[in-house]
């Protein structure tokens, strides 16, 4: 299809290469993160629009922050968010859409939507609890042994369900 004449006068949001950057690229929970799209307009007009964005789904309740840009046609320009990553911790899908609600009226909407995935590591000490596990492994011949103990931390009560993805160290003692 081709589109010509007044309807073809529009703007044509598009969210370009390297369409998303996250740093730090190996943050921690509790870090700032800074979060960039690159919004372009290839349509014929300029254009004004919300920038939205969301972790894991796309979603009000899932909103992490809205932005305004005005783009000239044949022109781009950076978004950035400044977002806490407190209560992030783990993988992390993020986001950005030009015109969620498809408020302004564009030439294609589908190239209006850029994610990136970043992996957050946990601050658990926030957590307020801890766990104890106990373990009898009869008798050892040496302390510096290795043992391996399987526990699925998905099936311990009053744990969070992140918690099934961690990784602990242990003490033992005699």
Known sequence: MIVSGAAA??????????GMSVKPPSPKEGDKLRVTVN???????AGTAE???YRDIVSPGTKLGTRTVTVAPDSSSPVSF?????GLD?????????DPEGKVPELVKVNN???ATV?????????????TLEAQTGDAERLDEVVSLPVDLA???GLPAVASSTRSRCAWSR
């Open 9 to 18: 006068q529009k703007p044509d949001f598009v969210v370009t290469d390297p």
């Open 39 to 45: 919004v372009a307009n290839a349509g014929a007009a």
């Open 51 to 53: 920038v939205v964005l």
């Open 82 to 86: 400044d977002i806490a990553s407190q």
């Open 90 to 98: 783990g993988d992390r899908r993020l986001i950005a859409e030009v």
């Open 113 to 115: 939507r850029a994610s």
């Open 119 to 131: 992996s957050i590591a946990g601050d658990y000490a926030h957590w307020g609890h801890g766990l």
């Open 155 to 157: 099936t311990v009560k």
